[in-house]
């Protein structure tokens, strides 16, 4: 009542104005309602400066305007808008060669493009802006800028590399004590806590970051504090308690016309309703954040949301519904222009800084270049011949370095062909059995009349689909990072964690099979190696137990400490091996792969592929069979 009030005055005011809408008058008001968070109030005042090309009295004064016009319509969400008015800052503060507003616009930019789904463009933006926070030693700004490169980051789900940027900007916040950025980048951390399941942690990140909000009075922040709380309850089924803190933060939301963070507000509702069966009512948050998203431009959740009214249509059994948009979906969610966009933010992002050096080197060649030349003017004629001959030895010299650098070349492009062949034979490999999966289940799809089967057919589809994206990323990602033989990135790798990732890419084939899998590796066990590697080992013995295990047979995961090793065993109950076989194979010796228990084909890659990369991480490998049933593949791997 209070805010409406305030509203109306400042109109009333306006209208008897006696200086005729004076511009002091019109910037007061506009700055009033800004420090008020009445974001559509100061828009309605800055629009009318802008549209009167109002004069400033200085262009500090105008500067400062158009940044404050910028982030009142990127609160309300009006990206295109906000997008324009950053880029007419960018282009005022460069004329006054104003670094600090310079910064601030790319910033603003940044976000704006990140919020439209457009990362290649953002994270050009954002970098420079880093760059020129870090020449004005401006820790504040600095922490922001580098916030929404994490955040793009968190966005294509890189969140070690999104953590860590948080982390380092907390530490920087609190060593500033910046309790803005403190409470900010408590809620970052939270949001990739969330992401990677750890959902009591998000939690408490986000209460550490609701109570410097409450102190400060922030509403904008209260309100992201509380839709954030209220998602990992939901994951810990504290239903009522979800639905409480998301109606408290929408109430302020709509009050406040946040529209930027009201998209995810009520899909978030609509999730808690759909859990709880209150199907009509999540399908009404749904539509409602479909339409928010119109009105935005934002539509980097659409996919998201799309895919939760088909799962709520498919919980009510309405199939037909359920498939529309699913389709829809998987029309926004276009896996390969996701992949390309990934690879294209880690170019730009080394571009940006192989230019910067380029830039320092062409700067100190420059100045060696003037002082040869004074040099070159001091010298006497008589030392004209002794110049000559040094300047020869320095040719030859060259000449020889250019030489040796050219065969260096010419080895590591041999050695780049070999690894590249590898890695496209590990990538065919590995992509031939979820493809083979998805035919076959098109395949009974096709022929499939009970409705039932065909639903969890459709399920197993989309998941075979979903995992043979993320497989295909990794591979892919794998890949480009490789520019010449593998050079291994060692860390320290959780086994259990790598053996969930790999047996999951397997579930339609153990379940059509009916094998029993038994993972008992516990989740304190952590090796040294490579992480897509590690992947890489664990899905072709997987694979080679599943084909060489006949129905309703067995695989069992087992891991414990020995010495300086983590032993890990794969034992399948399934056709075995001779010792001729097993002894062929540790010798890396190349076999024709025979067909599995259910005409399985391979291609008889894998394995030494499996012992090349063990032997390259310091590790052993071994098999035990019989002969008659059951092979057992033992895998050493240094302990972390």
């Known amino acids: 009542m209070i805010l409406l009030l305030n509203i109306i005055l400042l109109n009333v005011a306006l209208i008897f104005d006696p200086g005729g809408q004076s511009f002091d008058s019109i910037l007061q008001k506009a700055d009033s309602c800004l420090e008020a968070e009445n974001y559509s109030c100061a828009i309605q005042y800055y629009s009318k400066i802008e549209k009167d090309s109002l004069q400033f009295d200085s262009t500090k004064e105008l500067l400062e305007f158009q940044l404050n016009f910028s982030n009142a319509l990127f609160i309300t969400g009006d990206y295109p808008n906000s997008l324009i008015a950053y880029e007419k800052l960018k282009n005022l503060a460069i004329q006054a060669q104003n670094r600090f507003y310079e910064g601030k616009a790319r910033s603003g930019i940044s976000h704006s493009l990140w919020r439209m789904t457009e990362n290649v463009r953002a994270i050009e933006e954002i970098l420079k802006a880093i760059e020129i926070f870090k020449e004005l030693d401006d820790t504040p700004n600095l922490i922001e800028a580098a916030n929404i490169l994490g955040g793009i980051y968190v966005s294509i789900k890189k969140f070690k590399d999104g953590r860590a940027i948080y982390k380092e900007m907390l530490d920087k916040a609190i060593q500033s004590r910046d309790t803005f950025n403190i409470a900010t980048n408590y809620e970052y951390l939270g949001i990739v806590d969330y992401f990677e399941g750890n959902f009591q942690s998000a939690i408490d990140n986000y209460e550490k970051s609701l109570e410097i909000n409450e102190v400060e009075g922030n509403s904008f922040r209260i309100s992201i504090n509380l839709v954030n709380i209220a998602e990992p309850k939901m994951e810990l089924e504290e239903y009522q308690e979800a639905l409480n803190l998301l109606h408290q933060g929408i109430n302020l939301q709509e009050k406040h016309n946040y529209k930027s963070v009201l998209i995810y507000s009520y899909y978030t509702i609509g999730k808690v309703h759909t859990r709880t069966q209150s199907f009509d009512s999540g399908l009404y948050y749904y539509e409602k954040s479909l339409q928010m998203m119109h009105e935005t431009s934002e539509t980097r959740d659409k996919q998201e949301v799309y895919k939760l009214i088909a799962e709520n249509y498919a919980q009510q059994g309405m199939f037909q519904q359920a498939y529309e948009y699913h389709r829809l979906h998987s029309i926004e969610k276009d896996s390969l222009i996701a992949l390309e966009r990934t690879k294209e933010l880690e170019e730009i992002k080394t571009r940006y800084e192989v230019e910067g050096k380029i830039k320092e080197n062409e700067a100190l060649i420059l100045q060696n ?230 005409n399985e084909k391979g291609s008889g890659l894998g394995f030494s592929i499996v012992i090349e990369f063990v032997k390259k991480m310091k590790g052993k490998i071994d098999i035990q069979s019989d002969g008659k049933s059951g092979t057992t593949v033992i895998l050493k791997l240094r302990k972390a």
């Not at 492009?413 to 062949?421: E, G, T, V």
């Not at 397997?506 to 897509?532: C, G, H, M, P, W």
């Open 369 to 598: 270049t003037q002082k040869e030349r004074e040099l070159l003017a001091q010298k006497d004629l008589i030392q004209l011949q002794y110049t000559i001959g040094v300047l020869i030895i320095i040719f030859l010299v060259i000449s020889l370095f250019l030489a040796f650098r050219l065969y260096h070349v010419r080895q590591t492009l041999i050695n780049a062909n070999k690894s590249k062949d590898k890695l496209f034979g590990i990538i065919a490999h590995d992509l031939k059995g979820p493809i083979g999966n998805i035919e076959a289940m098109l395949k009974l799809m096709q022929v499939e009349r009970d409705e039932k089967r065909i639903a969890q057919y459709f399920e197993y589809l989309s998941k075979s689909i979903q995992n043979l994206s993320t497989l295909t990323s990794q591979l892919l990602s794998w890949t480009f990072s490789h520019k010449g033989d593998f050079n291994f990135k060692i860390e320290n790798i959780n086994v259990r964690e790598i053996s969930d990732r790999s047996l999951e890419l397997f579930e339609y084939q153990l379940t059509e099979k009916r094998i029993i899998t038994i993972n008992s590796i516990e989740n304190d066990l952590y090796v040294r190696a490579d992480e897509n590697a590690l992947l890489t080992i664990f899905r072709n013995i997987i694979s080679n137990a599943i084909k060489f295990t006949n129905k309703k047979g067995q695989l069992i995961l087992e891991a414990k400490k020995q010495n300086n090793f983590i032993e890990i065993k794969f034992r399948d109950n399934g056709l075995g091996m001779t010792e001729s076989a097993i002894q062929k194979v540790l010798k890396g010796r190349h076999m024709v792969s025979s067909a599995g228990t259910d």
